[in-house]
């Protein structure tokens, strides 16, 4: 019997990335993109290679491409690295596993280095594979921290925990990280949210934008840790805001979160470097009446449009200077 398993892409809505630094966000996952895996019992344990993990390329430039689109690293150590988490986790808690092993492949299109999570998304597919395959039940707040383990112990990325929660939990989540809850327990504090009174959300992509999360984090991570007032500060607006955010939605206040949302990003803005690239992508949204912030890290954004009408003029002026414009399919399952 095959297992087949999928996970989405992450849209930051509010808040990133002080999910990271014992803030607040709000995300959902969204099914126009994916990865899937698929796996199998066999006599030995095996991870096929697939596109992120060739080693053989036509010239110099087509190693440089696959470098652009995938990184230096390909989507092998994600696998290994989820194994090993996994099976410490099963050793640690006096889980059983049965004696048998598996085969694995792998596929993602979701677009890599935009911040949407496309890594943590193979892994939290990958994870609930094995799940079921060796009949364990892992919670969604403690599935979430055993992905954000490889990323950050196994590999040493640097990435904030919403990712793998939304993904986890496959619906809308407002999510509390507070510092005290999280030292307590293992993990923030959780509310699923009604996707119906989720605002009209569009997503936008240039390729040649991506930027890993690392090249964000690595810098702020060292000032918050200082203790850097202007960066504490920042923190605890994002958290206001994020509060503010989940108020309007209840209240169907499209006009504050219009205005919530542009404040996340400038805020950003004034706190760490942005390229000239991103910078226009989120001028260029505003200019047709949309709000506009970072989905994660930077290479695609997030607003809110009011009507048809603005989304029009939104995808028209993005289209025309080669990005991408999609209505997310939020996945609440």
């Known amino acids: 019997m095959i297992i087949e398993t999928y996970s989405y892409p992450r849209a930051a809505v509010i808040g990133n990335p002080s999910d990271g630094y014992y803030g607040k966000t709000i995300a959902f996952v969204f099914s126009n993109f994916g990865a899937n895996v ?17 080693t053989s390329y036509k010239n110099m430039q087509a190693l440089v491409e696959d470098i652009n689109f995938a990184g230096y690293y390909g989507g092998m150590r994600l696998l290994k690295g989820m194994i090993k988490v996994f099976y410490e986790y099963c050793v640690e808690n006096d889980i059983q596993l049965s004696n ?37 039940y892992i919670q969604p707040a403690v599935f979430a921290n055993l992905v954000l383990s490889v990323e950050n112990g196994e590999l ?21 990280f507070d510092k005290s809850t999280m030292e307590k327990q293992g993990y923030g504090n959780y509310q699923v949210l009604n996707s119906a009174c989720l605002p ?8 040649n934008l991506s930027e890993g999360t690392e090249t964000v984090h690595n810098n702020l991570k060292a000032r918050f840790n200082i203790g850097e007032e202007k960066v504490l500060q920042a923190m605890k607006r994002w958290g206001q805001i994020t509060e503010e955010f989940k108020d309007a939605l209840i209240l169907n206040d499209y006009d504050t979160m ?7 990003f400038d805020l950003r803005h004034s706190l760490i ?14 200019s047709a009446g949309a709000s506009a912030k970072f989905t994660g890290s930077g290479g695609a954004i997030i607003g809110t449009y009011k009507d048809e009408k603005m989304f029009s003029k939104l995808k028209d002026t993005l289209n025309n200077h080669n990005i991408e414009v999609i209505k997310p399919n939020i996945v609440n399952n």
């Open 156 to 176: 040493g990325i640097s990435a904030g925990l919403q990712d793998r929660v939304a993904q986890a939990f496959e619906k809308p989540v407002f999510m509390d």
């Open 258 to 264: 219009h205005q919530l949302i542009n404040e996340n």
């Open 100 to 136: 048998k092993n598996f085969t694995i492949r792998y596929n993602s299109n979701i677009p890599l280095r935009l911040g949407l999570a496309g890594s943590s998304a193979i892994l939290s597919a990958f994870l609930k594979a094995m799940c079921l395959f060796y009949e364990v």
């Open 273 to 286: 470097p942005i390229s000239k690239g991103n910078i226009e992508m989120v001028e260029m949204a505003r």
């Open 200 to 207: 009209r959300f569009y997503i936008a992509y240039r390729k």
């Open 38 to 54: 698929q796996l199998y019992q066999t006599p030995e344990l095996e991870i096929k290679p697939q596109r992120l993990d060739i």
